[in-house]
């Protein structure tokens, strides 16, 4: 409602259409974007990869150029990231996710060596880290490595609500949800599906790539195939239905390298704000409507290589993370953005 309030950018839709390439007219819908704040970016070519936002706010971030699982406060004016843990053996981290019932204090986080757009066969592992609030910042105690053997990717990380031990994670190139036992140590393959896959995709390898659990669904969006899912699990992570498809790249081109979805969370109305390569950050409501929210080609500050979006502890505003610009010489690298959704009290 309040997004029709806003003044709508004629120049901005056709941005976007141009964004989304070929997007058919009007089925985007002609909103104007929200405007979006830069927390921090990297004044090197650090790939960022995923984020999470801590109870005290600041938000951990996880990066392609180490081990080391890092902080940033978005609460003071020009943060600067800061150390929270190394992990060691890894030299890049991707999913990340909090373990229920532990009071904000427990995180698994999912890592190895780094090549690319993949890992090292046999690298990854999931780490299991205690975060608190020590000076004024996270610090972190890691507290279990668990190794995954036969994978090449641990992609999108999500706990399972109603189980504290268990966490799923996506192997984007085995088109497969890999579930972890945090306290066993116990892994194996929860399920694949075609689905999960990238479909065939020649130009992107990535199935299966962010997931997040509410109810008794897994959501995931598939960065290959161009689409945006959920499948009903059971407490151990089970697949107990089919594949729902609840939407799909806007336009008519076929998912590439710069134009994918990415990893996503929800807001507290329930809608889901996923990444769009390589400007955009999409919302798709709980019917499947969806729109451009944020970014856009063109916008200011320009997202750039959008990865992964978390929503903030009360749920009304979203932090965005990108990659930066790995084709521009010399390479820039990845942000930390801040967008109010400004929904209504009552959603
Ligand atoms: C990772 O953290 C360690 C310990 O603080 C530090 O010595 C190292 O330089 C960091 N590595 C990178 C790439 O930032
Ligand atoms: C990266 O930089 C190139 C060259 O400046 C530009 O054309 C492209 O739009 C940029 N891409 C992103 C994702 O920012
Ligand atoms: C977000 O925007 C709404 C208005 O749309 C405003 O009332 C609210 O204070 C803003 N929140 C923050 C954290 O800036």
Redesign the pocket.
């Known amino acids: 409602m ?1 997004l029709r309030l806003l003044v709508p950018s004629f120049a901005r839709v056709l941005l976007w259409a141009s964004a989304a390439q070929s997007a058919e007219c009007g089925s985007i819908g002609s909103r104007a974007t929200l405007p979006a704040t830069q927390i921090f970016k990297y004044p090197d070519d650090t790939f960022l990869e995923n984020l999470h936002v801590l109870p005290s706010g600041h938000v951990l971030l996880t990066t392609f150029k180490s081990g080391n699982l890092t902080s940033i406060n978005p609460g003071v004016t020009n943060p600067t990231p800061q150390h929270v843990v190394t992990l060691d053996g890894a030299t890049g981290l991707s999913g990340i996710t909090e373990i229920p019932s532990t009071a904000g204090t427990l995180y698994a986080v999912t890592g190895g060596i780094h090549t690319g757009f993949s890992f090292q066969y046999g690298s990854l592992s999931v780490y299991v880290v205690l975060i608190v609030q020590l000076n004024g910042k996270p610090c972190g105690l890691l507290v279990n490595k668990i190794p995954y053997p036969d994978t090449a990717m641990m992609n999108g990380l999500a706990a399972i609500p109603n189980n504290p031990t268990l966490v799923l994670s996506a192997d984007s190139l085995g088109g497969r949800v890999l579930r972890i036992n945090i306290l066993t140590r116990q892994v194996d393959v929860a399920f694949s599906d075609p689905a999960l896959g990238n479909g065939g995709n020649p130009t992107m390898p990535l199935g299966i790539n962010g997931l997040k659990i509410k109810g008794n669904y897994l959501y995931f969006t598939n960065s290959g195939r161009g689409t945006y899912a959920r499948v009903q699990i059971d407490n151990f992570g089970n697949k107990v239905g089919p594949v729902q498809v609840l939407a799909t790249l806007p336009g008519s081109a076929p998912a590439s390298m710069t134009y994918a979805y990415d990893d996503f969370d929800f807001d507290r109305c329930g809608n889901a704000h996923i990444s769009l390569h390589d400007y955009d950050v999409v919302r798709v409501t709980a019917s499947g409507a969806q729109s451009l929210i944020a970014g856009g080609l063109g916008a200011s500050p320009l997202f750039e290589s959008p990865t992964a979006v978390a929503a903030s502890r009360d749920g ?2 979203i932090f965005v993370a990108t990659g930066g610009n790995y084709t521009a010489t010399p390479p820039t690298g990845g942000q930390v953005l801040k967008v ?1 959704l ?1 929904l209504p009290s009552k959603c």
């Open positions: 309040l009304n505003s109010n400004s």
